[in-house]
């Protein structure tokens, strides 16, 4: 006799696959979505060897240089560092910067003579002639062209590099905190509705507890119970928002389990985990897939808005909501731009991910037609 149940077939055949990309690649929001968010996440991942500023956090400061226009050039004068640190190797650049072996001061004019290059540091015009000050030429690397393609904050800080490196804060933030949801949403949802009774009953009286207080107070209450910090701002994100995954999988699974696949593995006699994590879940995994792209837009919004609260990620980690705490009382003036360009970085990527995710919703659902 042959064993009907040797080899399973897969549960999403390949042409339900083919389909449901042919349906996405036909929705111009979700493509376009989809290409802006793989973008900014290059970006957010190259990090350090992309940004104009290599330093740690792109906190390389000059005071002398604060709000400055964007386009903004100057000259730039790099001193060499006594006892300069070792070269690091690109892996640890892109991921946590690096330390020049160079001091840059910016200067408004310099001439060399023999083995001497003489420099007057850089001042605004009209401010008055700064003193001249000399230094060996073996000391220094000639004087560079810098573009601060997007001005310079109040502290003198290239302003591209804070809002490449404050990607990365918004996307770990979105990405870590929905796994943390799925990892608790979907292991409760799936027992709630595979074992229902008391256990049902006990885990959506839970669920009812947690969607009663609102999530950005509860997010709040969470980050002082931990901390503030870059770590805890994942955490207090994650434990909020696992409630809309649990209520999702525990009707998909309360459906799935009167399946007669799933009668078909309790006659063979398999285990309710493997049941439930081999046969059920695979076919949950569409609308996961959709409320998770909602709950990472979701995490973004609540991440800056702890920032920009003071209860996030701190200082010198850059943070497009720390970004517009900074700076938003420059919106009255000649400075605006320095609070509305992380607002528009947050609203454009909030914006992909919730178009993505109805597309993804509309490709995935198979009982629609064209």
């Given at each position: 006799m042959i064993n009907l149940f040797k080899k399973r077939p897969p549960l999403i055949s390949a042409s339900l696959t083919r389909l449901a990309w042919v349906r996405f690649r036909s929705?111009?929001?979700?493509?376009?979505?989809?290409?802006?968010?793989?973008?900014?996440c290059i970006a957010a991942i190259l990090g350090y060897l992309i940004t104009p500023d290599k330093s740690p956090y792109a906190n390389q400061q000059f005071l002398e240089l604060g709000l400055k226009k964007p386009g903004f050039k100057v000259d730039m004068l790099y001193i060499m560092k006594p006892g300069s640190p070792p070269r690091s190797n690109w892996l640890v650049t892109m991921l946590k910067g690096e330390q020049s072996m160079y001091t840059?001061?910016?200067?408004?004019?310099?001439?060399?003579?023999?083995?001497?290059?003489?420099?007057?540091?850089w001042s605004e015009p009209g401010a008055g002639i700064s003193a001249e000050s000399k230094i060996p030429l073996k000391q220094v690397r000639l004087p560079e062209s810098k573009t601060f393609w997007l001005g310079t904050d109040r502290f003198g800080r290239d302003y591209l590099s804070e809002l490449i490196i404050g990607a990365r804060v918004s996307l770990?933030?979105?990405?870590?905190?929905v796994f943390i949801s799925l990892l608790i949403g979907v292991t409760l949802g799936s027992?709630?509705?595979?074992?229902r009774g008391w256990a049902d009953n006990l885990i959506m009286w839970f669920i009812n507890v947690v969607w009663s207080i609102p999530t950005l107070l509860l997010v709040i209450a969470i980050s002082f119970a931990l901390g503030k910090g870059f770590w805890q701002v994942f955490i207090a994100v994650g434990l909020t928002m696992w409630v809309d995954v649990a209520r999702m999988v525990r009707g998909q699974v309360m459906s799935l389990r009167e399946k007669e696949f799933v009668e078909a593995g309790h006659a063979l006699g398999f285990s309710d985990s493997r049941i439930i994590i081999k046969h059920i879940l695979p076919n949950v995994m569409a609308p996961v897939i959709v409320i998770s792209a909602a709950n990472?837009?979701?995490?973004?919004?609540?991440e800056a808005g702890l920032s920009f609260l003071g209860l996030g990620v701190q200082p010198p980690v850059p943070s497009w909501g720390s970004m517009i705490k900074e700076n938003y009382g420059y919106i009255i003036l000649d400075y605006a731009y320095l609070?509305?360009?992380?607002?528009?970085?947050i609203m454009l990527l909030v914006l992909a991910f919730m178009l993505m995710g109805n597309s993804l919703r509309d490709a995935l659902d198979v009982r629609t037609r064209e």
């Open positions: 929705e111009p929001l979700g493509i376009g979505s989809l290409i802006f968010i793989l973008l900014v840059p001061v910016p200067v408004s004019s310099f001439s060399i003579s023999r083995d001497t290059l003489y420099f007057k540091p770990s933030v979105g990405l870590i905190s027992i709630a509705g595979y074992y990472f837009a979701s995490a973004i919004l609540l609070a509305i360009l992380p607002g528009v970085a």
